[in-house]
Each structure stands twice: as C-alpha cells, then as structure tokens.
C-alpha cells in the first residue's frame, strides 16, 4: 500500500488528506497516470509534481510502500 | 553561530524578531522584504487568505533557499519567516531579512528569496474573495 499525502487543490480534488493506492512499488510517471484516471479533475489544474521523502521528484523515480510520498499543485506561498 | 532562522507560524509575524536575528556588527545592510495581504486581486475584492503548508518539507525548501543566498551573495545572516492558516487583510504573510556588509548583495539576496520562494515551497494561499474563494495559481 502507497499512502500519497494531497494538500490545496489537489487535497479537494481527493476529498481527503490522502490517497492510497493498492501497489508495493510504481514510478512517479505510473503515480501521475494513476492519479489522473481516478480523478480526471487532475486535468484541470495547471499540473502537479510528486515529492517522494520531502524532495520534488523526476518521473523515472521508484517509489516503494516505505517512502513518504505528496502530491504538490502549483506552489503559491508569499 | 547561528546564521539561519527559518520558520513557519501559526501566529502572526514580527519583523522586528526577523530583523534582530540577522542584525551582525559585520553588516552595514539590513534589508527586509515583508509581504502583506492586500485588499484586491484582479478587481476582485479580497477578505482573507488561508495558508496550508507541507510543513517539514516547506522548511527544507526554506533552508536551502537560505543556504543559496549564504552561498551566492556576499550576505552575513537570512531569516526567511512564513505564515500559515488564516491570514487577514494587512496582516503579514512572509518576511524576510538578510544582512549584509554592503547593500548591494543585501536587495540581491533578498530578491532572490521571495522570488524563488515563490517557485519551489510547497505553501499553497487560498483567496477568499465575498462572492467565493480559489487556490492562487492552481488553475489555467
């Protein structure tokens, strides 16, 4: 089991502060397209990226069921 | 000695703690941004903002932010202090300070956080308008 956290946009978009997905390991790309076809509301924001242990990731990345995994709409602090 | 503070807040903001913390008998230039919370947003009327942060991840962003200004400017101490929840009108969202022996890498430095601040924390700043509200940014 992946636990994604969701914050802003995408937390309403979930409905909740977390999204599970039943897999022990998948590429960030895998995550994205999973995302996108649960919630096809995804496609109407500006896009998202995956942080995986607190750090933005690229799409190649392996996520397994131990790391701490977000998703980060369009940042907007300041 | 400590050369960074970077924090995010529930409560609101002081920038005297801000200024005293990069205040260094070195540095001849203090220089503060503070963002505020203004009362229009593309004509519409603004009543509040409310912050949601991933918060530990949000202070990494925040200390290597920090860490690039150390290290790309001729600056001696950065404070890099931000809000989160509600935040009203006039209220402060963010400061930040940095000092510097000369001013010149002072404005730089301080530039150069608040805009890549802007691009890289993961804060997100929910408008509450009269007639709704929206995430900044999030959407086309």
């Given at each position: 089991m992946i636990k994604v956290k969701c914050f802003g946009v995408a937390r309403e978009i979930i409905k909740s502060d977390y999204f599970e997905l039943n897999r022990s390991d998948l590429s960030v790309k895998e995550l994205r397209s999973a995302l996108y076809e649960s919630?096809?509301?995804?496609?109407?924001?500006k896009g998202f990226m995956i942080a995986v242990n607190q750090e933005y990731a690229t799409d190649e990345m392996a996520i397994t069921a131990n790391d701490e995994v977000a998703i980060i709409p369009p940042v907007s602090g300041g | 000695m400590e050369v960074k503070s970077i924090k995010i807040s529930d409560t609101p903001l002081s920038i005297d703690d801000a200024y005293q913390f990069v205040?260094?008998?070195?540095?001849?230039g203090n220089c503060l941004f503070v963002g505020t919370v203004r009362n229009k947003n593309k004509g519409k009327t603004v009543t509040h903002l409310n912050f949601e942060t991933y918060e530990p991840m949000a202070l990494k962003e925040m200390d290597k932010i920090a860490d690039q200004c150390l290290e790309k400017f001729e600056v001696k101490k950065i404070a890099i202090h931000h809000r989160s929840g509600h935040v009203g009108l006039k209220e402060i969202a963010v400061v930040i300070a940095v000092s510097s022996p000369h001013r010149a890498d002072g404005f730089m430095a301080c530039q150069y956080a608040i805009d890549t601040l802007k691009e890289t924390v993961p804060i997100w700043k929910k408008e509450h308008l009269e007639d709704g509200s929206y995430w900044v940014g999030a959407r086309p």
């Open positions: 919630h096809p509301e995804f496609s109407m924001i | 205040q260094d008998v070195s540095c001849g």
